[in-house]
């Protein structure tokens, strides 16, 4: 019989190393912040104005920086773990809650963000943790100087995932974290769960989290980020920002997020509105159910243009201002289909329009179509592709079908 | 019946052992070439010079004197009827039946003797045991070590004068518990026997489930002062005969002063000494023995030992319990998979909540992480600590329970529920987390079916729980890593203990993983060798599942 | 028992091992950085030329059943010059072992244990495969038939949640332009599959030769599968330009799935657990190999190996911490996969057709 190393004794003797040269990583669970959400901020040196009693706190949000000027104001927002609701219901904590302050909003201004970063825990006890990071809020003048200067941080940062959700404030991105909700506990969380009804609302700009974003950056694509809007207790997704090489090229209000949805086959459902046939007061309006956009890329005699079918089905949802009752029946419910289906044709052309002629972006990511399934004119084309897309003849033809009609005829 | 076994028992016995003391064999061919032609004593050379005479009365002070003159020692001198011959028994009192011997023995010479014997006539010495002694013959000895055995085993020796030989006759009693339900390893739907302190019993309780003549119960005598009968048992036409062999030798092989269970001889034959995990199972269930046995496995029972020990084992064995049989495959398989989940459990869970709480908050989700935050706000002590106290507090839980009388058991559990549960979380000094955690454990390690391996997954707890704090989750793989080797380096009587994980073979690991599904009815588990691998026809499957 | 044999199973899943490690996590981002959207045409044609160079491999090991690859060598090419053929595969061997054990342990500070030294995790690697190493081939054909289906199932729930996020547009256009560079690509496409020499250590303890072969050849596939599948599904889900920047493409991919079952929520740090498995079957395969080749080298007799396996646990950290710093470590590592190319299609051809006129040779005799 082989006599075996005991393999206690090979742990023991790990162990001992381990103990005697000391625990690197561990830091308990409480004594991390969990940074939830991060909101960008553009800063110019003139906006601070020390006044009274917050002139210290302004003083403490100064990084010095060694090389330039600070151009970036970060704040970052975490959880107070003391009042987190489940140490209340323990008993422990007592009935604190009340209407203090569940989260903390530390906010740093500098040039470069991991020297804040490092600045801000000069400000905590706690040890700032990105793990857990769910949003990241930037305000449209930062996007205005380019997403590549200020990205690569949170790409190159190990703890960061690239399934943070991006966000665009017009103005201040620190005044949506200051957000109180009333569901939720942190605005970050609020704002993190809000594109969840991405499916009721079509005007909710699909999810674009860091990842992507990055993807599209590299790739050269243009790209939208949701926007958002808050008031005291509450944010609001409206629209969104159009990123054309990693800058900011004009905003898209909600119907344009529409027609970009269908563009790009993210249209997960809404609804479309169109006048009730023979009348010129009425409206009927149809539950998308389905949506599906096939775009094809056409070369005919050396010039392109695109197909774009769209395919919905849905449910015939509300009329309002019927007057005779006149009921619902198949030949009706033909032309209810054909008046949605032109609705969806004219929104989406004035959209594709706008974007064409005003903003010039190619936000429908046409450019990857030709890349991939024309690529032979791709290389002919990718320099111009900028005066090429403007002029694009893009024609969009849409089907509908009304599968339900609801419990009345 | 039970005289028929006994004979078994004693000619098996008698058979194939005798060699335990003297010398000590290396080789096994050795061994039993020896056993054949054996004429080495039981007890060394202690009574070499003492030798049976023609003299009764000197045989009986002799073999008096040898064993100390003790008072429990009767010998009784009587003369044959009609005769002037002279005849003496020697037993002792408490574990020979005394009936046995005045009835069987004493009162035919005694009284009902009425053949002539002549004084000169060789032919007497045979005609005594075959025509006048009722009670059940066993052999003619001259040795003295033979007699002193056969008495302290509860056998009589009947000495007749003018003879340097005698004769042992079988009259041992057997006091001990009554056949009782098992304690340790209680069944829902199987049966609720389990084995006691008498040999004879629980051979009887084998015998009972399993009425295969080529069931083999090989007797040897063990321990150097002790000299307790241990029954090796094993199907022939089933058992890998290596197997057996090497469960032989390794006992003959010993040269120890005695074990008193099953467990400690277990501790005497097993491959590694040093491994915490158990190398061999014991069970207090027949049935489960018998089951072992149809695998091909070899089980010992060793006498005033209420354990069989089943040999070879491997650790998927120790996780199946005997209720998986009685439950249809899929439910059977549940429960074997719940008990994976125990045992995973109680032996990780600790090492891996300190792992992700203090090294790696990133692996939970987000309310998770605040929750489990919240609740160690204002702890003074690191996780590893908390753990490391709770889990010396379970031990000790665990421990007093064992030690105190039935009677005041549940006050511990009082004490330790109210000490653990709540003061300890009110007070602020553990986190209601980590009382989760180790409750969790505690529960974990109640699903093995096996003590000892419980007791194993307790011993690797606080190691991996240091491992984790110090290098994460790293760690604890690293150290899973260290385990599994050093299981599948383990053997148990040359069988991997890691088997049959490894090396894949499907009908074993549907058989031993999962469960008894209705194809591997047929197959034995082929990682222990068995000569015959089929457990029923193919046909028999056809007609016993209807098709 | 002293009979046991490494059963067919057995040998499979070395062979798996023996190729399928570190690589995975960067297959993907070493290849686009080649050829773009293409680079799994190229992995494809490394798999057939992983075949072309095994299969007569094959043949050489079964012209000597009973001996491994340094005593072959030294047997064929004597005692010399068998030493100068043996010499490129032991740098390579122990150079391998040491490079992947270095990346890894890069791979997890970055993603599992920032703060902890990289040499700490290094020689705990080390230790550990050093002891089971220390046991016998058996031991270790156990170890790794426990290891393999984890490593494999969790390298299959990566790709079957990765799907969820794939744009099979991305992997678009195929073959445009390209060509050239897929072809140039064959090569590194190939020497990613770094490792297939390693059978040749534990051939001779399979139970069934034949089928062991076979298994071996069907082992291989598998390496070659996951390493396309896994770059098809980067491409898919990355994109080709943004893979260039990604290090770790693979952990990357487990970083971007987002799985709503609240436990699994963060995948990426439990496939982190599961990759240790996966480079740690790998790393003790070469160790083996590299304690087999400098013990026929220095010609150490059998009851000595322990000594072999301990200068090992000095010999690898040393190796592994040598580069200065992570780029050096994707250089050297990239350097030394190239070595397999020489051992493939230099030495083991010439081993190969020496042998065989030397077995024909005795054969005429």
């Given at each position: 019989?082989?006599?075996?190393?005991?393999?206690?004794?090979?742990?023991?003797?790990?162990?001992?190393?381990l103990?005697?040269?000391?625990?690197?990583?561990?830091?308990?669970?409480?004594?991390?912040?969990?940074?939830?959400?991060?909101?960008?901020?553009?800063?110019?040196?003139k906006?601070?104005?020390?006044?009274?009693?917050?002139?210290?706190?302004?003083?403490?949000?100064?990084?010095?920086?060694?090389?330039?000027?600070?151009?970036?104001?970060?704040?970052?927002?975490?959880?107070?773990?003391?009042?987190?609701?489940?140490?209340?219901?323990?008993?422990?904590?007592?009935?604190?809650?009340?209407?203090?302050?569940?989260?903390?909003?530390?906010s740093?201004?500098?040039?470069?963000?991991?020297?804040?970063?490092?600045?801000?825990?000069?400000?905590?006890?706690?040890?700032?943790?990105?793990?857990?990071?769910?949003?990241?809020?930037?305000?449209?003048?930062?996007?205005?100087?380019?997403?590549?200067?200020?990205?690569?941080?949170?790409?190159?940062?190990?703890?960061?995932?690239?399934?943070?959700?991006?966000?665009?404030?017009?103005?201040?991105a620190?005044?949506?974290?200051?957000?109180?909700?009333?569901?939720?506990?942190?605005?970050?969380?609020?704002?993190?769960?809000?594109?969840?009804?991405?499916?009721?609302?079509?005007?909710?700009?699909?999810?674009?989290?860091?990842?992507?974003?990055?993807?599209?950056?590299?790739?050269?694509?243009?790209?939208?980020?949701?926007?958002?809007?808050?008031?005291?207790?509450?944010?609001?997704?409206?629209?969104?920002?159009?990123?054309?090489d990693?800058?900011?090229?004009?905003?898209?209000?909600?119907?344009?997020?529409?027609?970009?949805?269908?563009?790009?086959?993210?249209?997960?459902?809404?609804?479309?509105?169109?006048?009730?046939?023979?009348?010129?007061?009425?409206?009927?309006?149809?539950?998308?159910?389905?949506?599906?956009?096939?775009?094809?890329?056409?070369?005919?005699?050396?010039?392109?243009?695109?197909?774009?079918?769209?395919?919905?089905?849905?449910?015939?949802?509300?009329?309002?201002?019927?007057?005779?009752?006149?009921?619902?029946?198949?030949?009706?419910?033909?032309?209810?289909?054909?008046?949605?289906?032109?609705?969806?044709e004219?929104?989406?052309?004035?959209?594709?329009?706008?974007?064409?002629?005003?903003?010039?972006?190619?936000?429908?990511?046409?450019?990857?179509?030709?890349?991939?399934?024309?690529?032979a004119?791709?290389?002919?084309?990718?320099?111009?592709?900028?005066?090429?897309?403007?002029?694009l003849?893009?024609?969009?033809?849409?089907?509908?079908?009304?599968?339900?009609?609801?419990?009345?005829? | 019946?039970?005289?028929?076994?006994?004979?078994?028992?004693?000619?098996?016995?008698?058979?194939?052992?005798?060699?335990?003391?003297?010398?000590?064999?290396?080789?096994?061919?050795?061994s039993?070439?020896?056993?054949?032609?054996?004429?080495?004593?039981?007890?060394?050379?202690?009574?070499?010079?003492i030798?049976?005479?023609?003299?009764?009365?000197?045989n009986?002070?002799?073999?008096?004197?040898?064993?100390?003159?003790?008072?429990?020692?009767?010998?009784?001198?009587?003369?044959?009827?009609g005769?002037?011959?002279?005849?003496?028994?020697?037993?002792?009192e408490?574990?020979?039946?005394?009936?046995?011997?005045?009835?069987?023995?004493?009162?035919?010479?005694?009284?009902?003797?009425?053949?002539?014997?002549?004084?000169?006539?060789?032919?007497?010495?045979?005609?005594?045991?075959?025509?006048?002694?009722?009670?059940?013959?066993?052999?003619?000895?001259?040795?003295?070590?033979?007699?002193?055995?056969?008495?302290?085993?509860?056998?009589?020796?009947?000495?007749?004068?003018?003879?340097?030989?005698?004769?042992?006759?079988?009259?041992?009693?057997?006091?001990?518990?009554?056949v009782?339900?098992?304690?340790l390893?209680?069944?829902?739907?199987?049966?609720?026997?389990?084995?006691?302190?008498?040999?004879?019993?629980?051979?009887?309780?084998?015998?009972?489930?399993?009425?295969?003549?080529?069931?083999?119960?090989?007797?040897h005598?063990?321990?150097?002062?002790?000299?307790?009968e241990?029954?090796?048992?094993?199907?022939?036409?089933?058992?890998?005969?290596?197997?057996?062999?090497?469960?032989?030798?390794?006992?003959?092989?010993?040269?120890?002063?005695?074990?008193?269970?099953?467990?400690?001889?277990?501790?005497?034959?097993?491959?590694?000494?040093?491994?915490?995990?158990?190398?061999?199972?014991?069970?207090?269930?027949?049935?489960?023995?018998?089951?072992?046995?149809?695998?091909?496995?070899?089980?010992?029972?060793?006498?005033?030992?209420?354990?069989?020990?089943?040999?070879?084992?491997?650790?998927?064995?120790?996780?199946?319990?005997?209720?998986?049989?009685?439950?249809?495959?899929?439910?059977?398989?549940?429960?074997?998979?719940?008990?994976?989940?125990?045992?995973?459990?109680?032996?990780?869970?600790?090492?891996?909540?300190?792992?992700?709480?203090?090294?790696?908050?990133?692996?939970?989700?987000?309310?998770?992480?605040?929750?489990?935050?919240?609740?160690?706000?204002?702890?003074?002590?690191?996780?590893?600590?908390?753990?490391?106290?709770?889990?010396?507090?379970?031990?000790?839980?665990?421990?007093?329970?064992?030690?105190?009388?039935?009677?005041?058991?549940?006050?511990?559990?009082?004490?330790?529920?109210?000490?653990i549960?709540?003061?300890?979380?009110?007070?602020?000094?553990?986190?209601?987390?980590?009382?989760?955690?180790?409750?969790?454990?505690?529960?974990?390690?109640?699903?093995?079916?096996?003590?000892?391996?419980?007791?194993?997954?307790?011993?690797?707890?606080?190691?991996?729980?240091?491992?984790?704090?110090?290098?994460?989750?790293?760690?604890?793989?690293m150290?899973?890593?260290?385990?599994?080797?050093?299981?599948?380096?383990?053997?148990?009587?040359?069988?991997r203990?890691i088997?049959?994980?490894?090396?894949?073979?499907?009908?074993?690991?549907?058989?031993?993983l999962?469960?008894?599904?209705?194809?591997?009815?047929?197959?034995?588990?082929?990682?222990?060798?068995?000569?015959?691998?089929?457990?029923?026809?193919?046909?028999?499957?056809?007609?016993?599942?209807?098709? | 028992?002293?009979?046991?044999?490494?059963?067919?199973?057995?040998?499979?899943?070395?062979?798996?091992?023996?190729?399928?490690?570190?690589?995975?996590?960067?297959?993907?981002?070493?290849?686009?950085?080649?050829?773009?959207?293409?680079?799994?045409?190229?992995?494809?044609?490394?798999?057939?030329?992983?075949?072309?160079?095994?299969?007569?491999?094959?043949?050489?090991?079964?012209?000597?059943?009973?001996?491994?690859?340094?005593?072959?060598?030294?047997?064929?090419?004597?005692?010399?010059?068998?030493?100068?053929?043996?010499?490129?595969?032991?740098?390579?061997?122990?150079?391998?072992?040491?490079?992947?054990?270095?990346?890894?342990?890069?791979?997890?500070?970055?993603?599992?244990?920032?703060?902890?030294?990289?040499?700490?995790?290094?020689?705990?690697?080390?230790?550990?495969?050093?002891?089971?190493?220390?046991?016998?081939?058996?031991?270790?054909?156990?170890?790794?038939?426990?290891?393999?289906?984890?490593?494999?199932?969790?390298?299959?729930?990566?790709?079957?949640?990765?799907?969820?996020?794939?744009?099979?547009?991305?992997?678009?256009?195929?073959?445009?332009?390209?060509?050239?560079?897929?072809?140039?690509?064959?090569?590194?496409?190939?020497?990613?599959?770094?490792?297939?020499?390693?059978?040749?250590?534990?051939?001779?303890?399979?139970?069934?030769?034949?089928?062991?072969?076979?298994?071996?050849l069907?082992?291989?596939?598998?390496?070659?599968?996951?390493?396309?599948?896994?770059?098809?599904?980067?491409?898919?889900?990355?994109?080709?330009?943004?893979?260039?920047?990604?290090?770790?493409?693979?952990?990357?991919?487990?970083?971007?799935?987002?799985?709503?079952?609240?436990?699994?929520?963060?995948?990426?740090?439990?496939?982190?657990?599961?990759w240790?498995?996966?480079?740690?079957?790998?790393?003790?395969?070469?160790?083996?190999?590299?304690?087999?080749n400098?013990?026929?080298?220095?010609?150490?007799?059998?009851?000595?190996?322990?000594?072999?396996?301990?200068?090992?646990?000095?010999m690898?950290?040393?190796?592994?911490?040598?580069?200065?710093?992570?780029?050096?470590?994707?250089?050297?590592?990239?350097?030394?996969?190239?070595?397999?190319?020489?051992?493939?299609?230099?030495?083991?051809?010439?081993?190969?057709?020496?042998?065989?006129?030397?077995?024909?040779?005795?054969?005429?005799?």
């Amino acid at each position: 019989m082989k006599k075996a190393i005991p393999p206690i004794l090979l742990l023991i003797m790990i162990i001992d190393l381990l103990t005697l040269t000391g625990c690197w990583d561990r830091k308990d669970i409480e004594n991390r912040g969990y940074v939830l959400g991060i909101a960008v901020d553009s800063y110019s040196p003139k906006d601070t104005k020390a006044k009274g009693h917050e002139a210290k706190k302004e003083e403490f949000e100064e990084t010095e920086t060694a090389i330039g000027q600070p151009i970036y104001e970060m704040t970052v927002q975490i959880p107070i773990i003391k009042r987190s609701p489940s140490l209340a219901a323990s008993g422990a904590g007592g009935s604190s809650g009340g209407n203090e302050p569940k989260t903390w909003q530390i906010s740093q201004v500098g040039n470069a963000f991991i020297s804040m970063e490092r600045e801000m825990e000069s400000r905590t006890s706690l040890t700032l943790y990105y793990e857990h990071l769910q949003v990241l809020v930037l305000s449209d003048k930062v996007l205005k100087d380019g997403l590549h200067n200020m990205v690569d941080f949170f790409l190159r940062h190990r703890e960061m995932r690239t399934s943070v959700s991006l966000f665009v404030a017009e103005g201040s991105a620190k005044k949506i974290l200051e957000v109180v909700p009333q569901e939720e506990d942190h605005a970050a969380t609020y704002l993190f769960e809000l594109p969840i009804n991405a499916d009721k609302n079509s005007r909710i700009a699909y999810k674009h989290n860091l990842g992507e974003a990055m993807n599209c950056l590299r790739s050269g694509d243009a790209f939208i980020l949701p926007r958002v809007e808050a008031s005291k207790d509450e944010i609001k997704i409206t629209g969104g920002a159009l990123i054309k090489d990693g800058k900011m090229a004009g905003w898209a209000d909600e119907l344009d997020i529409e027609v970009i949805n269908v563009m790009a086959d993210k249209y997960q459902g809404g609804t479309v509105i169109g006048r009730l046939p023979g009348s010129d007061e009425g409206i009927i309006i149809m539950e998308v159910t389905s949506s599906k956009t096939k775009v094809t890329p056409v070369i005919k005699d050396g010039e392109l243009s695109f197909d774009v079918h769209v395919k919905m089905k849905g449910k015939y949802a509300e009329q309002v201002g019927v007057t005779s009752g006149g009921l619902v029946d198949i030949e009706y419910i033909k032309e209810c289909e054909k008046e949605f289906a032109k609705t969806i044709e004219t929104r989406c052309k004035k959209t594709i329009e706008k974007m064409q002629k005003e903003c010039n972006v190619d936000v429908f990511q046409l450019n990857r179509k030709v890349r991939t399934q024309k690529p032979a004119y791709w290389e002919e084309v990718k320099d111009e592709w900028d005066e090429i897309f403007p002029n694009l003849d893009i024609n969009v033809k849409a089907d509908v079908t009304i599968q339900m009609i609801g419990v009345m005829k | 019946m039970l005289n028929i076994l006994r004979k078994w028992l004693s000619k098996g016995g008698r058979g194939e052992k005798q060699n335990t003391e003297g010398e000590e064999n290396k080789d096994n061919q050795q061994s039993q070439k020896n056993q054949t032609q054996n004429n080495q004593t039981i007890y060394g050379q202690k009574y070499q010079n003492i030798k049976l005479t023609r003299n009764l009365q000197d045989n009986i002070t002799n073999i008096k004197n040898a064993m100390n003159n003790n008072f429990d020692i009767k010998a009784k001198e009587f003369r044959l009827r009609g005769q002037e011959i002279y005849a003496g028994v020697i037993y002792i009192e408490n574990i020979a039946n005394e009936d046995t011997v005045l009835q069987h023995i004493v009162n035919p010479l005694m009284i009902e003797s009425s053949l002539i014997i002549d004084r000169d006539d060789p032919i007497l010495f045979k005609t005594i045991i075959e025509s006048m002694v009722t009670a059940e013959y066993v052999k003619v000895v001259e040795s003295i070590d033979e007699i002193i055995l056969a008495l302290m085993s509860g056998d009589t020796f009947l000495c007749i004068q003018g003879y340097e030989k005698g004769f042992i006759i079988s009259t041992r009693k057997y006091v001990g518990r009554q056949v009782g339900e098992p304690i340790l390893e209680p069944s829902v739907q199987g049966s609720q026997e389990g084995f006691t302190e008498t040999i004879r019993d629980n051979v009887g309780l084998i015998r009972r489930r399993l009425r295969d003549p080529n069931l083999v119960f090989s007797v040897h005598q063990l321990g150097r002062r002790t000299k307790l009968e241990v029954v090796v048992i094993y199907i022939k036409d089933i058992a890998d005969q290596n197997i057996v062999n090497d469960v032989i030798k390794r006992i003959n092989a010993l040269d120890i002063e005695g074990v008193q269970s099953a467990a400690q001889l277990g501790l005497h034959i097993t491959d590694s000494p040093n491994s915490i995990f158990p190398l061999f199972q014991l069970t207090e269930r027949p049935d489960r023995t018998v089951r072992g046995l149809m695998e091909g496995r070899v089980a010992i029972l060793i006498e005033g030992g209420a354990r069989a020990l089943l040999v070879p084992v491997t650790l998927p064995l120790m996780v199946q319990s005997v209720d998986d049989y009685c439950e249809n495959w899929i439910i059977a398989s549940i429960l074997r998979l719940s008990r994976y989940v125990g045992l995973f459990v109680s032996a990780f869970l600790p090492a891996i909540y300190i792992a992700v709480t203090s090294h790696h908050p990133g692996m939970l989700p987000n309310v998770l992480v605040l929750t489990i935050a919240g609740s160690r706000a204002g702890m003074p002590f690191p996780a590893i600590m908390e753990a490391i106290l709770m889990e010396v507090t379970i031990a000790m839980l665990q421990e007093a329970s064992i030690r105190l009388p039935r009677v005041v058991g549940q006050t511990v559990s009082i004490v330790g529920g109210l000490v653990i549960g709540q003061a300890a979380v009110q007070a602020g000094i553990v986190g209601p987390i980590m009382v989760i955690i180790t409750a969790l454990t505690a529960i974990g390690s109640f699903t093995i079916p096996d003590y000892s391996l419980s007791l194993a997954t307790r011993a690797i707890r606080i190691p991996f729980m240091i491992l984790a704090s110090t290098l994460g989750i790293f760690g604890v793989s690293m150290g899973m890593l260290l385990l599994l080797i050093y299981i599948a380096d383990l053997k148990s009587f040359g069988v991997r203990y890691i088997r049959p994980l490894s090396p894949y073979r499907s009908s074993d690991l549907r058989q031993i993983l999962v469960s008894s599904k209705k194809s591997s009815m047929i197959e034995r588990p082929i990682f222990l060798n068995p000569q015959d691998k089929q457990k029923q026809s193919e046909a028999k499957k056809g007609d016993g599942y209807g098709k | 028992m002293e009979n046991e044999k490494l059963t067919t199973s057995q040998i499979f899943v070395i062979t798996v091992f023996s190729i399928l490690g570190v690589d995975v996590l960067v297959v993907p981002h070493n290849m686009v950085t080649l050829v773009d959207q293409d680079a799994w045409i190229s992995l494809i044609l490394g798999g057939l030329l992983l075949y072309i160079g095994a299969i007569p491999f094959l043949y050489l090991l079964n012209l000597y059943p009973d001996k491994d690859l340094p005593q072959i060598i030294l047997q064929v090419a004597g005692k010399w010059l068998g030493r100068i053929l043996l010499l490129p595969i032991i740098i390579f061997v122990v150079m391998y072992a040491g490079m992947s054990t270095r990346l890894f342990a890069q791979a997890l500070k970055l993603f599992l244990v920032d703060k902890t030294p990289i040499w700490i995790m290094v020689i705990l690697l080390v230790i550990v495969a050093a002891y089971v190493v220390y046991k016998d081939v058996h031991t270790m054909g156990a170890v790794l038939d426990i290891l393999f289906p984890i490593s494999i199932v969790t390298l299959i729930i990566l790709i079957v949640l990765s799907l969820q996020n794939i744009e099979p547009d991305r992997i678009k256009p195929i073959l445009f332009r390209n060509t050239k560079n897929v072809l140039k690509a064959i090569i590194p496409g190939f020497y990613h599959f770094a490792g297939f020499g390693a059978i040749s250590y534990f051939l001779r303890y399979a139970a069934n030769r034949k089928s062991a072969c076979k298994s071996y050849l069907l082992g291989l596939g598998v390496p070659v599968f996951f390493y396309v599948v896994t770059t098809v599904i980067c491409i898919m889900v990355f994109g080709a330009p943004p893979l260039k920047v990604i290090v770790y493409p693979t952990l990357n991919l487990s970083k971007s799935i987002e799985f709503e079952a609240a436990i699994l929520d963060r995948l990426e740090s439990f496939m982190a657990v599961f990759w240790i498995s996966l480079v740690f079957s790998s790393l003790v395969l070469f160790y083996y190999s590299s304690v087999r080749n400098f013990s026929e080298f220095f010609s150490i007799p059998g009851k000595y190996t322990k000594y072999v396996i301990l200068a090992h646990i000095l010999m690898l950290p040393i190796i592994a911490l040598l580069p200065p710093s992570s780029l050096y470590v994707f250089e050297l590592h990239d350097k030394v996969k190239y070595m397999e190319v020489l051992i493939g299609f230099g030495i083991f051809p010439i081993v190969t057709v020496w042998a065989a006129i030397k077995k024909k040779r005795g054969m005429q005799q």
